[in-house]
């Protein structure tokens, strides 16, 4: 018990000490790089998720600015409300399957997974994210609008839900018959189990 509450609490020191710094590298992004090569990428091309991006975009293609603000705040409402249609339309979607078993796989290293269309909008997740349209935000706009090997590792912060430290990678979802960008994928991961 001793051990393990000093061992946190050294950790806790580190990750406020290197917060406090000016660095803005993520010290984990050695570790976070080679878990996305060897172990997240090669399911990127997997038909459950690109299918699914590729369907989406179809479907939301034709969505104005007005439209996508309009699901976003049905989302955060539902959200907030603990479910409602369009959440559990996304909750219940085989790509919700495929990413919260790939969750379960990692025993307790990643803590989050979605993955987003061309316009930023949730297709999949493993759990229900606060927003549904995430283009306006770093994981989709590095990624995605960069290009087909783009890669974006987000600082370290404390998760309240988790109760740990983890840091966001996310990366570009590519349609393997084209080579293009179609899409993008965060994945959560629990730093402290790196």
Same mark, same amino acid.
Do not use: C, H, R
């Given at each position: 018990m001793i051990r393990s509450l000093v061992r946190n609490t050294t950790f806790a020191v580190l990750m406020l000490a290197a917060a406090s710094t000016t660095a803005s590298a993520n010290d984990f992004a050695p +570790?976070?790089?080679?878990?996305?090569?060897? +172990?997240?990428? %090669?399911?990127?091309?997997d038909p459950a998720i690109v299918d699914a991006v590729k369907a989406q975009n179809l479907k939301t293609a034709s969505l104005t600015d007005a439209d996508i603000d309009k699901l976003d705040k049905q989302w955060r409402a539902e959200a907030k409300a603990g479910g409602g249609p369009l959440v559990q339309e996304v909750a219940a979607a085989p790509l919700s399957d495929f990413l919260k078993g790939k969750e379960a796989a990692a025993g307790g290293l990643i803590s989050?997974?979605?993955?987003?269309?061309a316009n930023g909008l949730n297709v999949g997740m493993s759990d229900v994210t606060s927003d549904y349209m995430q283009g306006d935000e770093a994981k989709w706009q590095k990624t995605y609008q960069v290009g087909p090997d783009a890669v974006f590792i987000d600082d370290v912060e404390f998760d309240e839900s988790s109760k740990a430290f983890q840091s966001q990678v996310s990366a570009?979802?590519?349609? %393997?018959?084209?080579?293009?960008?179609?899409?993008?994928?965060t994945i959560g991961i629990n730093v402290e189990k790196l």
């Open positions: +570790q976070i790089t080679k878990l996305l090569n060897e +172990q997240i990428k %090669p399911w990127l091309s989050e997974l979605f993955v987003m269309d570009t979802v590519v349609d %393997p018959a084209t080579g293009k960008a179609i899409g993008a994928i």
